[in-house]
């Protein structure tokens, strides 16, 4: 059993940076690819970006790529999302996870987080 708890959301201004974190316990959390997602108020769930077991590899949506950097340290059990040059477009509710798979499908995760918020000022 894996739980994820994600943190460091908040109300930034346009042009600002926040570091989002996401703790995971359990024994498994080197296994998995790990990824963030984000749901803006009235639409689906989206794809930000994610990264394999051991780091190397990492993709993300076009919408953030050059913005937005994911990291992981595995032996602290975190993933972090790092965020700059924010827009107003990226508020949402992000969502850690985890992937069984090499993927950026929702149907693909084998965990959820509960969710941050992220507002972004105009």
């Known amino acids: 059993q894996v739980q994820l708890v994600e943190s460091g959301g908040g109300l930034v201004q346009a042009g600002g940076s926040l570091r989002l974190s996401c703790a995971a316990s359990?024994?498994?959390?080197?296994?998995?690819?790990m990824a963030w997602f984000r749901r803006a108020p009235g639409q689906e769930r989206e794809f930000v970006a994610h990264?394999?077991?051991?780091?190397?590899?990492?993709h993300y949506a076009d919408s953030v790529k050059g913005r937005f950097t994911i990291s992981r340290d595995n032996a602290k059990k975190t993933v972090y999302l790092q965020m700059n040059s924010l827009k107003p477009e990226d508020t949402a509710v992000y969502y850690c996870?985890?992937?069984?798979?090499?993927?950026?499908?929702?149907?693909?995760?084998?965990?959820w987080g509960q969710g941050t918020q992220v507002t972004v000022s105009s």
């Open positions: 996870a985890a992937l069984g798979r090499w993927t950026a499908l929702a149907s693909d995760v084998r965990y």
């Open positions: 990264i394999s077991w051991n780091g190397d590899n990492t």
């Open positions: 359990g024994r498994t959390f080197s296994s998995y690819v």
